[in-house]
């Protein structure tokens, strides 16, 4: 068991580092800086200016330097002109000797946010935080939906109840969130036409949520969900129910009710567990067009508006979250897996 | 002139019906759910010699009335398409009978494909079947639709889909049009006084343009690579692994745009992945016909021939857009949305095919072939691949839906072709702003959106059926 959890985590670490190498080349393109450059000095600059500026804040440099520094493995690079320091470390007010040597990841500074002007680590703290209050609300509405709606229709496949909410569960993952979202945002909240039950932007939830600002988001994220999750469930609900030991059950005289609750609920549930965790990866996807049509500002958002306007650092920042949350939630998968499944060993 | 009501002059006879049929069903279901719970809801008899006998109950009774309803809907669906068709004077169609008379080259199509399939189902294997299952013909129904509209666009379209005409912005479905050309906004003018309607018809046309052969080249990438990944296995594996798994664990969106803007695109980079993942469909076929025809040069020389000169002759035009012919083009926008589009669903397909090798390789036929002396890769591509269609074509079809679901997504946030294209996710993108107040310009694309992907889901669930019946 830790020889497998060794290797995961082994894997995991090469993964994030692949591929924060890969987010940090393709940020930093020359091309990208310039337009950088151009939008922190003037609109109007010249080329000369732009060259200075480059220079100046270290970008001239070769790009495996800059990601050992990134990384915090190279001492960081720091300049002084006309006064004033420039350099990846380099805060308001620091003097050259409080400039700290090295300031990577590995030191736990993420850097500076230039677009939300902030420090990158305090931004994803606060977008996490919200986007966490989101996907709260997201599980404990689709989970038990999606269970729900599994159980009873993989309880007697092909029956009338199956086909009912089969049919629900094929529809609600043949839409996606932008499409959900838009028509739910239409019926529930237009002022034209439609109910005007709810609001139509969370940006109120941020700070309160209530029933009335937050519904609408949680429920479009959770119903994409929620269709995928009940057909896995259905799946292997239909899977047990054929099995010996239930047809044991059924013939020594057990009511149908306690047959499904007893005997098959336990069994059904091993991979509706692993199918739930590896829904993280596409929830994430789901939250950051949620946040952006519902204009939440948790880190969905935070990563459109990184990578609309190529903020390095919290991108770079927002990709190595997002590849641990993907990452943890599989290795989560799979240990959970061999815990709940006393059939699966680990060599 | 009177702006279009929905339904014309059969308005005040199909409105009420179609409230109280949609009422009545609604009612049934609920009805027959909540009644197969009730023990002994199922009608049964004793009959005098002590036998048993079913005999219609409550339950069959709400079944039999959703099954009538449900026809009574479809009939009342029908009568308005075939009024909208048969009406001579616009005024009188209603919105919904003059979107059907425009769509008249779909319906014509869709009825003759079906009157030909169901008349020759049985010589026409696993697509035969398919119209045994009603799932799987709602599903074909609905993708075909999309199919012909796709196709007749220029046909249906009842304006030009970029242009504006002034006095038409954010218009209600139905406004009259003062101009000359077709007298009406069937669906409404979107915020910059385009036709909503035209729009998405065309737009029906920019999605499955792109839609099934990117998927189709996210399959061949996938095979390519899954094969041998799961029939050698070793470094191999692990390495092709890790790298499929590291695509994987990038949000989509990041990945989206971190290759679609303008500064990386410059630097060539999606130019470069679109060189290398078009060529695998040559190397697919080269193989393909290599393994195969080995001992027959002649035969062999020719396949890989003819498929070296299409397949060389597509590959400069689409990917490096240097046809020597100038006929085959790409236009460089739309190359990168494919690329990326490829990029992020081979990875998947990759791992579906992997696992399947993985079964596949340890039954007898493969052994028999590798006792015959077969090479690798006539056992992978001759013996494996043929019994790993099943899921394949299943995960083919559900595959094209989320490739709409992607290029929808990619158009949301504003970098899919190009922002004037009628794509059916740049025109939700910009019909969200406005959302509240003007909800038509964004809900018809979603509207459309939604039914193309569900018909592909319904597809591939009645092809399941039907495969798992043999």
């Keep these: ?299 969905g958002w935070t990563l459109v508006q990184a990578a609309g306007n190529n903020d390095i650092d919290l991108l770079l920042a927002c990709s190595v979250v997002a590849v641990v949350v993907v990452l943890v939630t599989q290795l989560i998968s799979d240990v959970g897996y061999v815990f709940l499944n006393p059939r699966i060993r680990v060599s | 002139m009177e702006p279009l009501t929905w339904t014309g002059v059969l308005g005040p006879v199909v409105v009420p019906l179609m409230a109280a049929l949609a009422v009545a069903l609604g009612i049934a279901v609920v009805a027959q759910v909540v009644l197969s719970f009730v023990p002994g809801a199922r009608g049964r008899t004793e009959y005098r010699d002590g036998t048993l006998a079913l005999v219609r109950g409550p339950v069959d009774w709400a079944a039999l009335a959703v099954r009538f309803l449900i026809l009574a809907l479809v009939a009342v669906v029908l009568l308005v398409i075939v009024a909208g068709i048969v009406l001579p004077d616009v005024a009188d169609k209603g919105i919904l009978g003059a979107m059907a008379a425009r769509l008249w080259p779909v319906w014509l199509a869709l009825v003759v494909m079906f009157a030909v399939s169901i008349r020759y189902q049985r010589r026409l294997g696993l697509y035969g079947r398919l119209f045994s299952s009603t799932v799987g013909m709602v599903g074909l129904a609905l993708v075909m639709f999309w199919v012909f509209t796709a196709v007749f666009a220029p046909l249906i379209a009842t304006h030009d889909p970029l242009s504006a005409v002034s006095g038409m912005k954010n218009v209600v479905p139905g406004t009259p049009l003062t101009r000359e050309g077709y007298p009406y906004y069937l669906l409404g003018g979107d915020n910059l006084a385009r036709d909503v309607f035209s729009r998405v018809v065309l737009g029906a046309a920019e999605v499955l343009k792109i839609a099934p052969f990117a998927t189709l080249f996210a399959f061949m990438v996938g095979i390519v690579l899954g094969l041998p990944a799961g029939y050698f296995g070793g470094w191999l594996d692990t390495v092709l692994s890790f790298l499929a798994n590291l695509v994987l664990a990038f949000p989509v969106i990041l990945l989206f745009y971190l290759l679609v803007t303008p500064e990386i695109v410059e630097t060539g980079i999606p130019r470069m992945m679109a060189a290398v993942l078009f060529l695998f469909p040559i190397l697919f076929l080269v193989v393909l016909w290599n393994s195969r025809y080995r001992f027959e040069p002649a035969r062999n020389r020719q396949r890989i021939g003819i498929t070296l000169v299409v397949g060389l002759w597509l590959y400069a035009g689409i990917a490096w857009d240097r046809d020597p012919l100038g006929l085959v083009s790409m236009p460089a926008n739309v190359l990168v949305v494919f690329v990326s589009v490829v990029f992020v669903n081979a990875p998947t397909v990759f791992r579906i095919v992997r696992g399947l090798t993985l079964d596949i390789r340890t039954r007898d036929y493969v052994q028999a072939a590798q006792t015959r002396g077969e090479g690798p890769w006539y056992v992978m591509l001759w013996e494996i691949l043929p019994n790993a269609r099943g899921p394949l074509i299943v995960d083919f079809c559900l595959r094209i839906g989320y490739t709409t679901i992607l290029l929808g997504t990619l158009g949301f946030f504003g970098l899919g072709v190009s922002p004037e294209s009628p794509d059916w996710g740049s025109t939700i993108n910009e019909g969200r702003r406005l959302l509240s107040i003007y909800p038509h310009a964004a809900v018809v694309p979603a509207a459309a959106l939604m039914s193309l992907v569900l018909g592909l889901n319904l597809l591939a669930d009645g092809l399941r059926e039907e495969s798992l019946r043999d």
């Design chain 1, 1 to 299: 068991m830790l020889k497998f959890l060794a290797r995961r985590l082994g894997a995991l670490i090469l993964t994030a580092f692949a591929m924060t190498v890969v987010v940090f080349a393709l940020t930093n393109i020359e091309a990208s800086l310039r337009k950088l450059a151009v939008s922190e000095v003037s609109s109007r600059a010249t080329p000369e200016e732009v060259e200075r500026w480059m220079e100046r804040s270290g970008f001239t440099r070769p790009i495996p330097v800059r990601y050992a520094e990134w990384l915090g493995v190279a001492p960081a690079y720091v300049t002084e002109s006309d006064g004033r320091l420039y350099g990846r470390c380099v805060r308001q007010g620091m003097t050259l000797a409080d400039v700290p040597r090295y300031c990577g990841v590995l030191q736990g500074d993420f850097g500076y946010s230039k677009v939300l002007r902030d420090e990158v680590s305090a931004v994803i703290g606060r977008s996490l935080a919200l986007t966490g209050k989101l996907m709260f609300w997201v599980m404990l509405l689709m989970v038990p939906a999606a269970l729900i709606v599994g159980v009873l229709s993989g309880m007697r496949e092909g029956s009338k109840l199956d086909r009912t909410l089969s049919t629900f569960s094929i529809a609600t993952t043949a839409t996606p969130e932008y499409v959900s979202g838009v028509v739910l945002i239409a019926v529930f909240a237009s002022t034209a036409v439609g109910l005007r039950w709810f609001s139509g932007t969370a940006t109120g939830a941020m700070e309160d949520a209530t029933f009335e600002n937050f519904f609408l988001p949680v429920l479009t994220i959770a119903l994409y969900g929620v269709g995928y999750i009940a057909r896995m469930t259905r799946a292997s609900m239909t899977e047990v129910m054929t099995a010996q030991y239930i047809r044991t059950a059924r013939l020594k005289g057990v009511s149908f009710p306690n047959i499904v609750m007893k005997h098959a609920l336990r069994n059904a549930l091993i991979a509706p567990f692993t199918v739930i965790m590896l829904q993280f990866p596409w929830l994430l996807n789901g939250v950051v067009i949620v946040e952006t049509l519902f204009n939440y500002k948790g880190f």
